[in-house]
Each structure stands twice: as structure tokens, then as C-alpha cells.
């Protein structure tokens, strides 16, 4: 892994020189001044034209500079065309129109849940363009204070600050962007591009995210500071594209939602991206460090090294879920994701607030997981009854916050589950405050491997519980919290539990067998509305459904509003099918099979009717599906 990584820094490094020199070449030989367009640059008059005629005519010449001087330029959208360097000296500022009719409606070809839908207006715009850069010392403003913005639905009525779509060779440097009335700097679809010292700051909350990189590649991010009330740098995949190549290094972040994040969008796949020698801070409500597919994407070989976290409240948040949202509407739901081979190294955390949890699917695990040299510091007195070890919620197709579990979790510091694959190593845990649960969780865990990690707290609990866990390998463990036992064990729940020694230098005894809690298959899930079938058939202990002939049947539904359709099924075979009409219109349920379990569609369009009319058939006859419930949940367009 060092030498995959040492290649594509060298990869990046190459990148970078070419694409600046490409920016220096066309610059010096023509460089037109907004003011000679017609630009008033006085705050007040609309300056659109005037800099678009400047871009345009810079471009029929072959590329170079397009040069704002010191004022305030108020526009609505500006469209960057190739070889051309907007350069926004230092005393500029691109004030972005409060007045959403300033600007154009622009809905790029490139397929992705965001067109329509979060944005089609944007201050700063450029799509299927080559070298292209945005440099200077100058500011974006979008005024995203100003009360035109305050209605926050619908999302698109905001415009984003800048938005790049399907671009090669983009390079944004020295730029500092403030209040996005939306997501603040959008790259989608784009190859070849370097963000160097970008300063974005949003305090507003509502969808205004930092930087999103959307199904990009060979994307090289350094020495930025992302101050957002919402997520602050982002990864996703709105559409079917791969994210891959990613190098984010020397940042520093702060967010009242997520610090640095993978997700939620996971529709195409992301690969081979290194996160180093990032600040994360001031996170008060989810996860510093999130990594998330839901929506079918694979996730692999990710390495995260040299992080730093300071009031954080979820340090760590992993989890391969089933959400299973289309990016467009006509398409099947998609089948559930992967996440393995994550590398997490050398993290300090200091005034941490709640657990880390890392869960995968109970059909389908993450796999591949490392902590090495961990400290995490936490802050908080624990007062509260936690969860029963047995009654964490699976919570499989909700959107998957750092607050997915709230914060009663039965573990103090990290809670695993559903993982074939984690080694852990010099994990230390200082809990200064009272907090009577264990340390870590281990729930339906395999092949865990734990060395020369220590949990210091006041509390007389040990440092680990596992169940349902396999082939788990304890060595040099110490847990200074005055507890006679290290670990503890439901009975006949675990095999192959070894920990080395039998007696720490504490003189603890290594574990403790409790009797085994019984464990559940499924969530009961409550919606707006819900449907049982009549008893048919029980599988599993399930009364249920065999789909042979078409069933039919209503759910109420609320009017002017989307909704999420759960049905609990059963298959015998893995990705199994079952077609779906919902009011006429057909859907493609892919169901995992061999155990009980959830699975989700959307319904794209808006119900005007209080009634929700569903035909299920069994879409081929490859094997049987069995259906026990059907539940409806309305949620929101960004849900």
C-alpha cells in the first residue's frame, strides 16, 4: 500500500506542475480586464455581462486572463469556457444576486441525482471545458445570509457558488468563497484537478456544504480551510461515475455536521483515495471523520493517516447501509454496497463526546478494517441507561447520520458489528468522567485481531464485550478502569477467543462468560402507514407471503409528499428480483437473500392521492420471494 501511495502523490505532484505551467502559458499572452468590458465593479450595478463578454472574448482569442481589479462585482451566473484563467485579485469580490431570476438555468448532460434537483443555478459555472482555473486572492460572496435565502425548501431555488461539471485540468487556488446560498464549490464529473489554499466559510446551516468532489478523478486537495455549518468536505457519487485518485492532505476542517466525509450519495463506486495531516475541529453534532456507502456503491482501499481532532463529538463513523436510492427515476434499486480494506493511522482526539460506531449490513459485512495508533480523549459524563447489548437497532435503510444510533449506545468509545476483518492496534482510550458501559463492543465481528491497547477509565467495567464473534485474538490489552475481568463473553455466542496473557500486569482475570442475549434478524420499523399480509406461509419463524401469482393491495399515503417503501423479505438465493408497480409505475426490487431482512424503493415523483395502490410480482422465476410486512415512510427530496 506505501507504494500505491508513494505513485500517485508522484501521479498528483506531475499533475500539478503541468496544469500550472498550462495556466501560466495562456495567461501571459492575453490578459483582458473585466473594467474594459463595461464592469462598474460598484457593489450595486449588475457586472454579468460585462465579465462574460470579457471570458467570451478572451476565449475567441485563443485563452489568457480574464482580470477583476479591486471592487464588488454583483452577478448572477458566469460561465468559465477552456483556457481561460479567472483571476480575482486580491480587494475583488464576485458578490453573487440575491434575486434567483439573475440567473441561468443551466441542467448539465452528465447524469446525476443533483440536476433539478438540489441545483440549476449557480455563480461561478463551467461544463465540458478544458484548463480552466479560478486564481487570485479575491472572494466569491454568495450572500447566502441575505433573506432570500432563508426558505430552505425547495434546495433548488439556492443557487451553488461555483459548480464544475465534466472538467479536465481545472486548478482553483488562493480563493476564498463565503456564504453559499447551497453547496458552496461542486466538482462533478471532473479529471486533472487541483484545489491549493481555497478558504470557504459558510454560518449558515440548510444543505450549505464546504467542498463536495462528486465522481471525480485524479483530484489532488491541499492547505484548504473549510469552515461550513453543514458537512465541510465531502466525497460522493451522485451518479453512476467511480471516485478515484483522491489525495487530500494539509486541510483543516470545521462543520456543525460532518468534518470530512464519504457519502451519503454512494451511487458509483470510489477507490484509491489517501486522506494525510488534516485538522478536524469543533464538530458538535456528528462525526469528524465519516465514511458511508448506502446507495450500492464500493468503497475500497482507502488509507487515512496523521489526523487530528479536537471537540469532536463522533470521532469515528463507518457504515455500509441499504438506503438503496436510485439516481434517477426508471432504473432499478440498486443492490447494497461494499466498504474494505480502510486503513485508519496515527489519529489524536482530543474532548471527544459520544461513541464511534463501525457497522456493516446483517447480510452483507465491511471487511478489512485497521486502526493503528489510535488516542482518543473523551469529555463527557455519561448519565444515561444505554441500549441492551442485543437491542442496538440494525437501522439498515435510514440515512446514515452520525446519529444513527443516538447516543446510548452500549459501549463508551467504539461499537463494532457486522465486520470479517479488524485489526486493531495501540488503541489508547482515556475516559475522565464516570461511564459504567464498557469500552468497546464487539457484536457479530470475525477475524478481530487487538495488540498493546489500553482503556484508562474511572469506571469498574471491562474493556471489551464481545458476541456472536469469531476467531478473536487479544494480546498486550490493559484496562486500567479496576475491573476482575479484561473482557466479556456471552456464552456459546463466540468461538475462538483467545487473549494473551491469561493475566494482565493489573493482575484482571481475561474474561468473564455471561449468559447469551437473543438476538434479533430484523427491525420492527413504524411508518406512516404499514400492511401484514395474512398469514400464508412462516419461514424462519416469519408469517409471511410466498410471490407467485400478482398481489395486490393499498397503503394510505400522504398527499404532495415522496416516500420510501420498505418490504421485509426473504429470499434463498442472493439478488434475487421482485417488480413493483406503486400507482401505475414500475420498480425493480432487488432483494439479498438468505435471512430476513429490509429492503427499500422511492418513489420519484410526488403522491397527489391519499391512497397508494401496489401490485407485487415475482419478476423472474430464478427463486422464490417470501414478504411479511410492507411499511411507507415519507421523506424529504434530499433525504
Not at 224 to 230: F, G, K, L, T, V
Not at 242 to 258: E, L, P
Request: charge should be neutral; hydrophobic fraction near 35%; charged fraction near 20%.
Amino acid at each position: 500500500m506505501v507504494k500505491n501511495i508513494l505513485q500517485r502523490k508522484t501521479k498528483f505532484l506531475i499533475i500539478l506542475i503541468v496544469l500550472l505551467l498550462s495556466v501560466n502559458s495562456f495567461a501571459q499572452n492575453n490578459i483582458l480586464n473585466v473594467k474594459d468590458f463595461g464592469a462598474k465593479g460598484d457593489g450595486k450595478s449588475m457586472d454579468t455581462e460585462a465579465i462574460q463578454s470579457a471570458i467570451d472574448k478572451c476565449f475567441t482569442m485563443g485563452g489568457g486572463e480574464v482580470f477583476l481589479p479591486t471592487g464588488k462585482y454583483l452577478v448572477g451566473c458566469i460561465v468559465l469556457k477552456s483556457n481561460i484563467n479567472l483571476n480575482i485579485s486580491s480587494g475583488a469580490v464576485l458578490l453573487g444576486s440575491t434575486n434567483k431570476d439573475d440567473y441561468q438555468i443551466i441542467v448539465p448532460n452528465y447524469q446525476s441525482r443533483t440536476n433539478n434537483l438540489y441545483v440549476n443555478r449557480s455563480i461561478l459555472y463551467a461544463e465540458n471545458v478544458d484548463n480552466v482555473s479560478v486564481t487570485g486572492e479575491g472572494i466569491i460572496d454568495g450572500q447566502g445570509t441575505d433573506k432570500a435565502f432563508s426558505i430552505t425548501r425547495p434546495q433548488i431555488n439556492r443557487p451553488f457558488l461555483a459548480r464544475f461539471t465534466n472538467c479536465s485540468e481545472l486548478v482553483i487556488k488562493d480563493i476564498t468563497m463565503l456564504e453559499s446560498a447551497n453547496w458552496t464549490c461542486h466538482l462533478l464529473g471532473c479529471k486533472g484537478v487541483i484545489i491549493d489554499h481555497l478558504k470557504i466559510k459558510n454560518t449558515v446551516r440548510a444543505n450549505r456544504d464546504g467542498l463536495d468532489i462528486d465522481c471525480c478523478e485524479n483530484v489532488e486537495v491541499s492547505n484548504c480551510q473549510i469552515n461550513s455549518m453543514d458537512d465541510a468536505l465531502v466525497l460522493k457519487t451522485t451518479g453512476p461515475g467511480i471516485m478515484r485518485n483522491i489525495n487530500i492532505t494539509k486541510c483543516r476542517v470545521s462543520s456543525h455536521a460532518s468534518g470530512i466525509k464519504f457519502g451519503t450519495e454512494t451511487s458509483g463506486d470510489f477507490e484509491n483515495i489517501t486522506i494525510s495531516n488534516c485538522e478536524i475541529s469543533n464538530i458538535p453534532v456528528y462525526s469528524g471523520l465519516a465514511i458511508m456507502t448506502v446507495d450500492g456503491g464500493i468503497m475500497k482501499n482507502i488509507s487515512i493517516n496523521n489526523i487530528v481532532m479536537d471537540n469532536v463529538n463522533i470521532p469515528f463513523m463507518i457504515r455500509l447501509g441499504n438506503r438503496a436510492r436510485p439516481y434517477k427515476a426508471g432504473i432499478p434499486t440498486p443492490e447494497s454496497g461494499s466498504i474494505e480494506n480502510i486503513s485508519i493511522n496515527n489519529v489524536v482526539v482530543t474532548n471527544a463526546g459520544q461513541t464511534s460506531h463501525i457497522t456493516g449490513l446483517l447480510k452483507k459485512k465491511i471487511k478489512n478494517i485497521s486502526f493503528k495508533n489510535i488516542n482518543v480523549q473523551y469529555q463527557n459524563k455519561y448519565e444515561r441507561k444505554p441500549l441492551a447489548y442485543n437491542k442496538v437497532p440494525l437501522n439498515e435503510t435510514m440515512y446514515p447520520s452520525g446519529q444513527l444510533y443516538g447516543n446510548n449506545l452500549p459501549a463508551s468509545a467504539f461499537y463494532f458489528r457486522d465486520i470479517d476483518g479488524l485489526s486493531i492496534d495501540s488503541l489508547i482510550i482515556n475516559i475522565p468522567k464516570a461511564d459504567t458501559r464498557v469500552t468497546a463492543v464487539f457484536d457479530r465481528v470475525d477475524s478481530l485481531q487487538c495488540s498493546n491497547s489500553q482503556s484508562k477509565t474511572l469506571s469498574p467495567t471491562p474493556f471489551f464485550y464481545l458476541r456472536n464473534s469469531n476467531n478473536c485474538y487479544f494480546d498486550n490489552c490493559s484496562n486500567y478502569g479496576h475491573s476482575e475481568y479484561l473482557a466479556i463473553t456471552e456464552e456459546k455466542s463466540c468461538k475462538d477467543v483467545f487473549i494473551q496473557p491469561e493475566e494482565s500486569n493489573l493482575h484482571q482475570k481475561s474474561i468473564q462468560i455471561v449468559p447469551a442475549l437473543s438476538n434479533k434478524t430484523y427491525d420492527d420499523i413504524s411508518g406512516f402507514s404499514n400492511y401484514e399480509f395474512p398469514e400464508n406461509e412462516v419461514i424462519k419463524g416469519v408469517e409471511c407471503v410466498k410471490i407467485q401469482d400478482p398481489v395486490s393491495f393499498q397503503l394510505k399515503s400522504k398527499p404532495e409528499s415522496l416516500s420510501k417503501i420498505l418490504f421485509l423479505c426473504y429470499s434463498e438465493k442472493p439478488n434475487n428480483t421482485v417488480s413493483i408497480t406503486v400507482n401505475g409505475k414500475k420498480h425493480i426490487l432487488k432483494v439479498s437473500g438468505e435471512s430476513w431482512g429490509w429492503n427499500s424503493i422511492r418513489t420519484m415523483e410526488i403522491s397527489e392521492s391519499a391512497k397508494m395502490d401496489i401490485v407485487i410480482n415475482k419478476a423472474d422465476e430464478s427463486s422464490p420471494v417470501w414478504i411479511s410486512k410492507v411499511v411507507l415512510q415519507v421523506v424529504q427530496k434530499t433525504d
